[in-house]
């Protein structure tokens, strides 16, 4: 049988969130892949030391520093990554942040810094994006198993991730028709910061490490041109908030 997938060699791809995490998985194994990536995080001293390791490697890597819910920070990275290549041809948004609370003690700022990160900083990056990446281009947006079900604590977290499914399946809609593929991924419990750091007492045995979750993102990023995945969940096989 044929193998009619795209390739991700000499692609353009901007990862948000890349400083650690998911988003440092996955711009490892699109280096791997010799992907011209663009590596964007919020964080300078983050996003800087993962881009020089992976070009030590020999990875096409470049740093970008910018909050993802800023527009003008955005679209200053957008412009540096034509600059610097000429086009883009897919955006991951990887970048995501939570505060572990109840719902008494979540104020109306920390309720917005976490929307603003999760929802509002893919909504810039792809209504951004969206105006110069080619027919066949590509958005990502991972999401969470908390867009599925809910646990305590989380309100502002669940809130962002449901949202960014709704802005994920209207966008499919919406750009469809101009060939441009959008595709949400679903992740289970991940062996990241963004979990170990903030409970250092999970069974790091039900979670799964990040490199499984990119492998499925370039899974998608490298369907046939006339085939898209919308949606796709990945698991680790003790997934606990997910039957």
Not at 98 to 103: C, F, I, N
Not at 143 to 151: K, L, N, P, V
Request: aromatic share 4%; glycine share 8%.
């Amino acid at each position: 049988m044929q193998d009619d997938s795209i390739p991700l060699s000499g692609r353009v791809v901007l990862v948000t969130g890349a400083g650690s995490g998911l988003g440092a998985a996955l711009c490892e194994r699109l280096g791997t892949e010799r992907a011209h990536v663009a590596a964007l995080d919020i964080d300078e001293h983050k996003v800087r030391e993962v881009a020089g390791r992976l070009c030590a490697q020999g990875a096409d890597i470049h740093a970008h520093v910018a909050d993802v819910g800023e527009a003008g920070a955005v679209r200053r990275v957008l412009d540096a990554v034509l600059d610097r290549h000429g086009r883009l041809d897919a955006v991951v948004n990887c970048a995501a942040i939570d505060v572990t609370a109840p719902v008494a003690q979540i104020d109306e700022a920390t309720w917005e810094r976490v929307l603003r990160t999760n929802l509002t900083g893919p909504f810039v990056v792809s209504r951004q994006a969206c105006g110069v990446l080619p027919r066949g281009g590509q958005i990502v947006n991972v999401a969470s198993t908390a867009a599925r079900r809910a646990w305590p604590n989380a309100c502002a977290y669940h809130a962002s991730k449901w949202g960014l499914m709704g802005l994920t399946q209207a966008l499919h809609a919406e750009l469809r028709p101009a060939g441009i593929k959008v595709s949400a991924v679903i992740a289970g419990g991940m062996r990241t910061p963004f979990l170990l750091d903030r409970f250092p007492d999970i069974d790091v045995g039900t979670l799964q490490e990040p490199s499984r979750v990119a492998r499925a993102i370039c899974c998608v990023l490298t369907q046939p041109e006339d085939s898209v995945i919308p949606e796709i969940m990945v698991l680790p096989m003790r997934e606990t908030s997910w039957p």
